[in-house]
């Protein structure tokens, strides 16, 4: 079994986090990956803060595991969420999207550990001066929001840099890339793209479809030159998407009304040309439907047994 300070500091038993991704992770599918031994995450974007305090409770029904709730920061009601978790209970929060700086002191004070996503050393440099728990290194092959640098790149360069522990996300698939990331030094590795063909997850069936069917070169980045990019499967949306974002004709603007409600159009509707199917690298890599239980056991399990059989490469 892979020994991770992760574990020991979230009580988890293998180290690897569910992506909360927004929309998408909710409490049915955090319960599951958190009794098949990894973290679920709930994204903090789902129809509000009441709806968010639901799954919070639902979520306790259907696991006594530990499990936490994702906090994107550029949200509206983010300041309401971040009391929510506190009110709550909930013992683990990872951010994204914007600086968890106005609430850390709050959340440590009640005895949650912070974990925000970082994409950059600077960033990675001053989430540790806050005072977070631990880092979630997120490359560039990731679906969702993206930074520049990727993964293969970036983890080492945070692990240099910082004195807490960090996890590995983006391009993390299989037991191959889990591997890799734990060789490097990383404590965990988070995972979203293979989490949405699974059973528990309940994106559109042609969510799902289009990820089965996806290859190597199935996902592009969108809204670079708006601030904001964003990494989906080629649709006719993100391709309508990206020429309008190079048309000069067109304001930025419009090209951001023309986004507005995407995400949910893609997730719940399953609506090619109106939503944005967000997706890393890796769903050329996917091949059929799974259960939470089993992408857990296949990731963790392939990393030990390759991690098991490395002195042999040694002569």
């Excluded at 530990?66 to 909930?90: K, Q, S, W």
Aim: proline content about 3%; glycine content about 12%.
């Amino acid at each position: 079994m892979i020994k991770s300070v992760i574990c020991d500091l979230l009580g988890i038993e293998k180290p690897i986090f569910q992506g909360g991704m927004a929309w998408i992770a909710d409490a049915r599918l955090a319960a599951a990956v958190s009794n098949a031994g990894g973290l679920g995450l709930i994204s903090s974007i789902n129809f509000g803060t009441e709806a968010v305090r639901a799954e919070i409770r639902k979520a306790r029904s259907l696991t006594d595991k530990p499990f936490g709730v994702n906090i994107m920061l550029a949200a509206p009601n983010a300041a309401e969420i971040a009391g929510l978790v506190v009110e709550e209970g909930v013992r683990i929060v990872t951010t994204g999207a914007g600086s968890p700086a106005p609430y850390i002191q709050q959340w440590k004070a009640a005895g949650i550990k912070v974990i925000p996503v970082v994409a950059s050393v600077a960033y990675a440099l001053k989430m540790q001066e806050l005072g977070a728990t631990a880092l979630v290194a997120e490359g560039a092959e990731s679906g969702g929001h993206v930074g520049d640098t990727h993964t293969m790149a970036l983890v080492p360069q945070i692990l240099d840099a910082v004195d807490i522990p960090v996890l590995a996300a983006g391009g993390i698939f299989d037991g191959r890339s889990a591997a890799a990331m734990f060789m490097m030094g990383a404590c965990g590795v988070q995972v979203g793209t293979r989490f949405l063909i699974a059973d528990e997850c309940h994106v559109h069936e042609v969510y799902k479809e289009r990820l089965i069917a996806a290859s190597d070169v199935s996902t592009m980045v969108t809204g670079k030159s708006l601030g904001d990019a964003v990494r989906g499967l080629k649709t006719p949306f993100t391709k309508k998407f990206a020429r309008l974002e190079a048309d000069p004709s067109v304001s930025a603007d419009q090209v951001r009304a023309f986004g507005t409600g995407s995400m949910r159009k893609a997730v719940f509707d399953g609506d090619l040309s109106g939503g944005s199917f967000l997706a890393g690298e890796v769903a050329g890599m996917i091949r059929g439907r799974e259960t939470a239980a089993q992408i857990v056991d296949d990731i963790i399990g392939g990393a030990e047994r390759l991690l098991a059989a490395a002195p042999s490469l040694l002569a």
